[in-house]
């Protein structure tokens, strides 16, 4: 496709339900990022792949996040055990490597947790 | 973790008039960028500035970086009600591939 995918756009789950986030980066774009927005915040790091590997991680909040990038095109951001404080907006953003610096965002998925 | 903080948060103005945005970060960068976002939506790449250049225009945008003072400031001239937005700026901290977001200023202007 032209620009970054994200599904579902909504999401609404129930306290301790596991929970997928899926994107679909620009084609051709190595570098894949996640990021996590809460009302009225900037967006905060979650993890950044170049590629199928996780080139740094160091913002996922707990070990209850976990993120894949298999054949280093779609990525799937996988939340176990989810509570209340998870629900934000999930950004994805892709770029040509990473060096170029310019990152190109989907629309979010909301998750909600109830 | 925030690298960058924005000021003001919050920015109100009349069409026509120009807004100003600063931006401070805390560790060395290769480059700065800026990123709008209008309400519920993704974010949109405006700039890129590298830590050699001191200022650069895009259209009715002007971004200048101070690296001696950390700190970063967007100008956009003859505002509309279409600027109306979140302007965020990222860096790369510490030189790595990792793009790490300020707070935001939020700007409102008024037609």
């Known amino acids: 496709g032209a620009g970054v995918s994200q599904t579902p756009s909504n999401k609404v789950t129930e306290k301790g339900k596991y929970v997928e986030l899926r994107c679909d980066p620009i084609?051709?774009?190595?570098?894949l990022y996640w990021y996590r927005q809460s009302l009225g915040q900037g967006p905060e790091f979650l993890i950044y792949f170049q590629g199928t590997g996780a080139a740094d991680d160091s913002g996922l909040p707990n070990d209850r996040f976990f993120a894949v990038r298999p054949e280093g095109s779609v990525s799937t951001l996988k939340i176990q055990r989810t509570e209340r404080g998870d629900s934000a907006m999930y950004l994805c953003?892709?770029?040509?490597?990473?060096?170029?610096?310019?990152?190109?965002f989907g629309e979010g998925s909301r998750l909600t947790v109830l | 973790s925030q690298q960058g903080e924005e000021d003001p948060q919050a920015l109100s103005i009349q069409e026509g008039e120009n807004a100003t945005m600063n931006c401070s970060y805390k560790t060395s960068i290769n480059n700065l960028q800026w990123y709008r976002q209008n309400s519920g939506r993704g974010l949109v790449h405006l700039i890129l500035?590298?830590?050699?250049?001191r200022e650069k225009h895009s259209g009715r945008l002007r971004v200048t970086l101070d690296t001696s003072k950390k700190s970063s400031s967007l100008l956009i001239t003859a505002s509309r009600a279409a600027d109306t937005a979140s302007y965020f700026c990222a860096t790369d901290s510490s030189g790595t591939y990792k793009y790490i977001f300020g707070t935001g200023t939020r700007l409102k202007v008024l037609a």
């Open positions: 953003a892709s770029s040509l490597n990473g060096a170029t610096g310019e990152l190109f």
């Open positions: 084609s051709g774009h190595t570098a």
């Open positions: 500035i590298r830590s050699n250049e």
